[in-house]
Structures are given as structure tokens and as C-alpha cells.
């Protein structure tokens, strides 16, 4: 049986990761749904794009005071690199991993 990677194990690798912090009643996290599957499938293994749910989550949602859905936070290495709240299109998404990629070279 394969071990569930913890949210810290997922953060702190050297992969990029966009947490999606999001509600299954918010209705523009409905509308990030496609936009982000988008997205990830076009960076591949660039980045790694991870959904949690804030209403089973709630411990994890109130330690990164994640008050409004859609949130979504960049992690690297463990570190917050960007946080937006509200939808945003894949074309932001792509100059902030890019961005950050160009940083951490």
C-alpha cells in the first residue's frame, strides 16, 4: 500500500506547487475547475497543482488564514512565493510560474 504524502511533504519538494484552496458551494472555484486542469496539464511536471477542500481542511485553511474561495498559494520549497484570492486566468498563472523560475535558477 502506497503512503499518502502529507500537505507539508507536497509543499516542501522541489517541485512548484498551486494549492487550490477551494469550497465544493463556491461557484467560481466551479469556474477554476477546467482553467486549472488546463493548467496543469500544459506545465507537465513544471509544477504540481493540488485541490484542498477548506470545509474538510479547516484546520490547514485556518493556519494559512485563507478567508475567501478560491484562494490559491504558490508553494516552493515550502515557502509561499504567491498567494491570489478569487479566480484568475491560466495566462496569470503561467507569468507566475515563470516568473518563478526564472528566481530560483
Known amino acids: ?32 475547475s477546467p482553467i486549472l486542469k488546463d493548467f496543469a496539464k500544459q506545465m ?6 493540488i485541490k484542498i477542500d477548506v470545509d474538510k481542511n479547516a484546520k490547514l485553511t485556518d493556519s494559512y488564514r485563507v478567508q475567501s474561495m478560491p484562494t490559491f498559494m504558490l508553494f516552493h520549497k515550502g515557502k509561499i ?11 496569470q498563472l503561467e507569468q507566475v510560474l515563470n516568473q518563478l523560475s526564472t528566481q530560483t535558477r
Do not use: S, Y
Not at 44 to 49: E, F, I, K, M
Not at 83 to 91: A, E, L, N, P, Y
Open 1 to 32: 500500500m502506497e503512503k499518502k504524502e502529507t500537505f507539508n511533504e507536497i509543499i516542501n519538494g522541489d517541485t512548484p506547487v498551486l494549492v487550490d484552496f477551494f469550497a465544493e458551494w463556491c461557484g467560481p472555484c466551479k469556474m477554476m
Open 44 to 49: 507537465g511536471d513544471r509544477v504540481r497543482v
Open 81 to 91: 512565493m504567491w498567494r491570489h484570492t478569487g479566480t484568475v486566468q491560466k495566462k
